[in-house]
Every structure is written in structure tokens, then in C-alpha cells.
């Protein structure tokens, strides 16, 4: 249980096993004929991706984004970048399902939102004895999933993230490059049985050394890890 931390040498190393382990629990789990959710970060998460192992996947994993950019053109769309890798076209063969985040003709980023919090809902409705797993990364600012820093407003930050709600749906502004998120709160990661982090540049150091750390998570999204049932961390920061 918490948070444990294994450290390599690259980066690659570091996604490497962090897909084979992966791998194995899925493996462990689809033995036993339950149904599974699998949540993936976008950005350099995706890296670990590679090594997911084929006979890992099956029918019996339904496959998601752990967060969402909105975008009616869907061109900085997480789901389309996840359809364009190996992986995808790999689970898709093994018969996996999706929970499909692009947005749809003249769909709004609020009913975009809702609809992702329905299938979620609905999921966990259906598979009450099942497990939740994620891989999960952390921005050089701190921020997971499309979680992002808002210190000069605790109010706001536990409004959108700390409430009941599965999904928040908001404008980032300045705070990252995609500014339209779509995203699973704090809430939902309680929900995660097992997360796989993959956290690694040298960038990202100082605030890596601070996810254990006191404070408000409104300055540092990275300290709700601990809310995660069970988490190891893969790095090459030292």
C-alpha cells in the first residue's frame, strides 16, 4: 500500500519495466475471468505503452484515458494520439474495449464531460468485483492527469477537483498549452486499486522530491499520488 518509488538508470529503462509489470498484474487478473478498467496519461506516459505485453490484453479490459484535452478538431485529442500507436492497434486486435474521448460533431467540452463521467459510472456499475488500474505521469509543474496547480485558489481548485464528482471539466488558461481539460479528480483516483507512474526528466526533480511532502494540493497537484491505494513509481531521477 502508498506510494513506492523504483529508480533506473534511463528513461527507457524505467518504461520498460514499468510494462512488463504492468503486464504481469493484467495477466493475473485475466486469469481469474473478471473485468478490468485501464486508464492511461497521455504525454510521456505513453512510453510505456511499448511494452505492454499482447497476451496481457483481452476482452475482458476495457481501455481509457486517464484525462482529456478538448478539442473540437480533435487534433491535441489524447484518445486520437492513443489510436495512432502500436499499442492501440494491438489491443484493438486482442479484442479490448474503449471509452472513446474525441469529441463528437458540435459535441461541447460540458457534454463531453458528462458523457465520460456516464461511461465510467456505468462501468463500475456493471463490474461491482472488479479492478481499476492507471499509468499516471506528472508535469515539470506538478500537475497529474489534467490536474493543474491553482495556489492562488484553493476555493476554486477543491470546487473542480476535491468534490464528488468523477470527472472535472475546466479551462486551464495559462497554466498548460492545451487549456480546455477534461479530466478525473481526486475522487476517482481513490477509485485506482493499483497506478503505475512513469516520472522521469531531470526537469521534473524538485517537484518529484515533493509528492511526500506537507502542503496544500492546490500548489501541488502531485501530493494526491497518496491518495492512490497502491502506487509504484518508475524514475530516472536521482
Known amino acids: ?32 475471468g473478471r473485468n478490468s478498467l485501464l486508464l492511461l496519461s497521455g504525454g510521456s506516459a505513453f512510453g510505456i505503452l511499448d511494452y505492454i505485453e499482447a497476451n496481457a490484453l483481452g476482452n475482458y479490459l476495457t481501455i481509457c ?37 474525441s469529441a463528437k460533431r458540435g459535441q461541447t467540452q460540458k457534454q463531453l464531460a458528462n458523457y465520460f463521467e456516464r461511461e ?31 495556489p492562488e485558489n484553493d476555493r476554486l481548485f477543491k470546487k473542480l477537483f476535491c468534490g464528488r464528482n468523477w470527472i472535472a471539466s475546466y479551462d486551464a488558461k495559462d497554466k498548460n498549452p492545451y487549456r480546455f481539460r477534461i479530466t478525473t479528480t481526486i475522487a476517482f483516483l481513490k477509485l485506482i486499486d493499483r497506478a503505475f507512474g512513469f ?13 511526500t511532502s ?20 518508475y524514475t530516472d531521477i536521482k
Not at 506510494?3 to 485475466?30: H, P, R
Open 1 to 32: 500500500m502508498g506510494i513506492k518509488i523504483k529508480n533506473f538508470f534511463s528513461a527507457k529503462e524505467a518504461a520498460c519495466q514499468a510494462g512488463q509489470d504492468l503486464s504481469k498484474k493484467l495477466n493475473s487478473v485475466k486469469k481469474t
Open 65 to 101: 484515458l486517464l484525462d482529456e484535452r478538448y478539442d473540437s478538431g480533435n487534433q491535441n485529442n489524447n484518445f486520437i494520439q492513443l489510436t495512432k500507436t502500436d499499442f492501440y492497434r494491438l489491443a484493438k486486435k486482442n479484442c479490448c474495449h474503449f471509452i472513446n474521448t
Open 120 to 150: 465510467l459510472k456505468n462501468w463500475k456499475r456493471n463490474n461491482k468485483k472488479s479492478s481499476i488500474f492507471a499509468t499516471i505521469g506528472m508535469g515539470a509543474d506538478g500537475h497529474i492527469a489534467g490536474i493543474m496547480p491553482l
Open 199 to 211: 516520472i522521469c526528466d531531470k526537469e521534473k526533480t524538485a517537484n518529484f522530491n515533493k509528492i
Open 214 to 233: 506537507p502542503g496544500k494540493i492546490s500548489e501541488l497537484p502531485c501530493r494526491a499520488l497518496k491518495k492512490i491505494k497502491n502506487l509504484k513509481i
